[in-house]
Structure formats: C-alpha cells, structure tokens
DNA sequence: CCGCTCGCTGCACACTGTGCAAGCTTGCTC
DNA sequence: GAGCAAGCTTGCACAGTGTGCAGCGAGCGG
C-alpha cells in the first residue's frame, strides 16, 4: 500500500522533493518570495509539473504529505462509543499532534512561515484541526445531535480548531520545550473548567 | 470628520460603490466568476481604481467600509476596569455584533458568499474577532498577564473568535430569525459552562 | 486666479493557476 | 521480449490578480 512500483515511488519522490523545496525556500527567502518557478527548479522538475502535484503553492508548504492522510474525524470516529465527546477528542487530538510532532524540526520550520505570514494562518488550522465540519458531524453522532442546527457540534469543533491553534503557538514560542499534548491538554483542562478567569 | 469636502465624499462613493457591485456579482454569478474587472466596469471606474480602495478582492467583499473602523480590541478596552474579563468580553461583542446586524440583508448576502466559499472562511473571522492578536494583548492586560507566553489571554481570543464564527453561521442557518446576540449568549454561556455533554 | 494635492486612468510587468496536446518512462500482457 | 496502455512530465497558451509608474484632470487652499 505503501510503494506499489517504481513509478509511484518516483511520483513520492518528486512530491517529497517540491514540499522541501518549498519549505527551504521559504526560510531562506521568506515567503511572499518564493516563487513556483524557483521551488520547481530547486527540485529539478519543470514548472507545470508542481501543479501536478499541488493544487496551490500553500499545499506544499502545509500539505507535503496529502489530504487523503487519516484526518482528525476519522480518530475521533474511532473513539470507542461509550467514551464522552470530550475525551474522545482529547485521545483524538493527542494522536494528531503526537504524529506532527514526529519530524519537529519540519513542524517548526512550517510555524515559523505561518507566523511570519497571518494570511497563512488559517491554512494551518485546517492542517490540526482537519476539517473543522467533518469533525462536527462526528461529534453530532456522538451526542446525536444535528450538525447543522444544534449549537454544540459546532461550537465544540470551532473551539477545539481554536484550542490547537493557540497550542501551536504556545509550542513554537517556547521552542519545542514542552511536547504538544501537554500544551493541549492545558487548553483543554482550561476550556472544561468553563475558561475562569485567573488571578492576577 | 465624516465628510470634509467634495473630493472626500466622492472617494468614498467611489468605495461604496465597488464593494456593493463586488457584493451583488458575487451573488448574482457566484464568487469565483467575480473579476475585477466586471467589479470597476459595474462601478464605472476603471480597472486600475479597484485596486486604490482595495488591496485585493476578498477586501471588497469583506471590509467594505474599510480597516480602520472601531474594532472589537478598542471596544474590549473600553470596558469599565472593574468588571470580569468574560463578562466585559461579551459587552463588547454585544456593541459589535449589534452593529454589523444593522444592515442585516448585506450581511446575509455576504455570509452566503462566504459559506459557498471555504477559502473566505478565515477572513470573516477577522470582521467580528478583528485582530485576534489585539484582543488577546487586551485581554492580557485586564487579567495582568502576558499574551506571548500565558495560556489565558490567547487561548480566550481565540474561543472567543471561534464562538463568534459558530454565532455567525447559526443565524445565517436560521435566516437571521434569532438576533445575533442572543445566539452569541448561548454559545458563550456554554464555553462558561465548560462545554457539557448535552443529553442525548 | 494659480498652483498644489490627490484621485483616476492607462500601460507594462511579474506571478499564479488551468487546459490542452504532446513525449517518454513504467508496467502489464501476450 | 515486443508491443500496448497508463500516467507522469513537459511546453505552450491563456485568463486573472496585484503592483509600479507616469500622466491627466478635478477639487482645494492661498
């Protein structure tokens, strides 16, 4: 499933080949100058073969591995049904970040475009967070709600999406120090404990 | 300070009318066959004079009256010092959600335009939280806090843009029938309630 | 009334993203 | 192993966005 022949290999390669390219680029030059046609020639590959591979020069910044990788409502799916929304989504989540994680040194590099980039911002929640609807629907099975009218699906995916993010942050300001799923489950602790208002 | 002379009102009619030729095509021929062009020849301007009112098109659909309008971190601010973060956080968004439902029937037009796009998701979010990072440094202060390295500030700016997306597409969903501001309360009443499992 | 300011306009340009028609390598079949 | 189909790569043409620059003309102030 993984390499069915040379020819799907190559195809990897030169995907895997654009999205470092893409990403080194945008350390050295910064974002706004990073141009396709540089990225292209940098992986030895022509212009319109980049679009080949990604629809828009974002996905290979934050997508280097595809959309069709396990997303985080598929996790939360397979949360076994007796657990609560909430910790199924904490278990989902933890899964999700433990992955990204994996190449941190990648993970920061990509923050660090984000950060310097707000238009990129937004992107990058859907990177954590999936998509934000499929999760919805799939805490409206859980609680057996409708996704589209009651509040809580919604407002918990909108929150949870929100929640990842501000880890991201945090994460990447305090330079990998502390691993993603403790920084998480700060946030989470913090949002079912209603967000009071700490002392100052 | 509205209107300072002939040249000034004329500016501004200008922009006006862009950004509701922007809207209406944007209705009438669905967002992605909006060219800017059409937009300036539906105006009667030129193509060039679009792009001294708006830096790009999701501008003109998005911050039609432009950036520099009292946002939510000034309103944030303006809350008397005594009272709670959240309970000063949901005067302010009160003051701002009543404002924009003031022309309810654009604001309708533009959310329908948003949620047949994804891709403008993300800068609606910046009409009602603002500048997300603003209010975050105002909440920091209030509590006494950093917003760079605390979990407090961030993490209630960014629930708090996410209650406000949810608030959006609920009245959308209901056809504006519930104001948004009672929709707004039910989504932060629960965030205060620590978001419990609604019995199912 | 004269000059200055400033919005509007046209032109040229770099870049993104797409459709189409090739060419060439891979992998499968006989 | 020879051929054939599939599909990755490539070049070309094109629509559209967004920017820099220079000129024009109407409003505004002295």
Redesign the pocket.
């Known amino acids: 499933m993984t390499e ?8 990897a ?3 895997a080949a654009l999205a470092a390219a893409t990403l080194r680029l945008a350390i050295e030059l910064g974002w706004e ?8 020639a940098a992986a ?16 290979a910044l934050l997508f280097p591995a595809g959309t069709d990788q396990p997303r985080l409502s598929a996790r939360l799916r397979a949360q076994p049904a007796g657990t609560g929304v909430l910790a199924a989504a904490r278990t989902a989540l933890h899964a999700d970040l433990t992955e990204l994680e994996a190449d941190a040194a990648a993970l920061r590099d990509r923050i660090t475009v984000v950060a310097g980039n707000p238009s990129l911002l937004p992107r990058l929640v859907e990177i954590g967070a999936a998509d934000e609807r499929e999760v919805a629907v799939a805490i409206a099975e859980r609680t057996g709600q409708d996704a589209e009218t009651d509040l809580y699906p919604g407002l918990l995916a909108a929150v949870l999406s929100a929640a990842v993010r501000v880890t991201f942050s945090r994460w990447h300001v305090q330079r990998g120090a502390v691993p993603l799923t403790t920084l998480l489950d700060e946030a989470l602790d913090a949002l079912a404990a209603g967000l009071p208002e700490p002392p100052h």
Chains 1, 2 share one sequence.
């Open positions: 069915r022949g040379l020819r799907e290999r190559k195809k390669d030169t995907r100058n990073v141009t396709v046609e540089a990225v292209a030895d590959v022509s212009y319109r073969t980049f679009f080949n591979h990604f629809s828009a020069k974002e996905e």
